[in-house]
């Protein structure tokens, strides 16, 4: 998985020493190291704090192309959250528009099937004192059909004791 950031110095001076915070979701890896950042960690993300190289004239950009490993994902995450923040040392004529925050909704697809059987078998159980027999076994598997992230399931499977 990529982000990309694009810095653009919109209007005014040029960005001298410009800097790049961005803060992501913990469950993501950095696939390998961005140029020009250096990456931490805190309790609840990651971050990456960049001193890209400058200056940024007037109407010129700067794109930074960000890998992180998606492998490391799990089934159940909604979504995943990025924090950027763009700076200088320059003077700043709008402050509102140095900061980005992006959330990129996440849905987990599993291809799963059951498998159902019946085998012949003699088993002896008890309802209400009395021993009773059956002579059939009833058994059930649930296979991954395709590559899922999924590691497990649960699965609700009612039983019927009796009959009336």
């Keep these: 998985m990529t982000l990309g950031v ?16 961005i803060k992501y979701p913990k469950s993501l890896q950095l ?4 140029v020009y950042c250096e990456q931490s ?7 990456l704090s960049c001193h890209l190289p400058g200056p940024i004239l007037p109407s010129e950009n700067l794109k930074l192309l960000i890998e992180f490993d998606a492998s490391v994902l799990f089934g159940g995450i909604p979504k995943l959250e990025f924090n950027i923040e763009a700076n200088s ?12 925050f992006f959330a990129q909704e996440l849905r987990t697809e599993a291809d799963l099937e059951m498998v159902g059987n019946s085998k012949s078998k003699n088993v002896t159980f008890m309802v209400e004192g009395e021993i009773k027999e059956s002579s059939t076994v009833q058994t059930f598997e649930v296979r991954k059909r395709l590559d899922s992230p999924i ?4 699965v609700d499977l009612e039983v019927p004791t009796g009959v009336e």
């Design 6 to 21: 694009i810095i653009s110095n919109i209007d005014g001076e040029p960005a001298y020493k410009p800097t790049l915070q």
């Design 89 to 100: 040392d320059s003077e700043e004529i709008n402050n509102s528009n140095n900061q980005q």
């Design 151 to 154: 590691k497990g399931i649960l």
């Design 41 to 47: 960690e805190a309790e609840d993300y990651g971050r």
């Design 31 to 34: 696939a390998k190291s961005v």
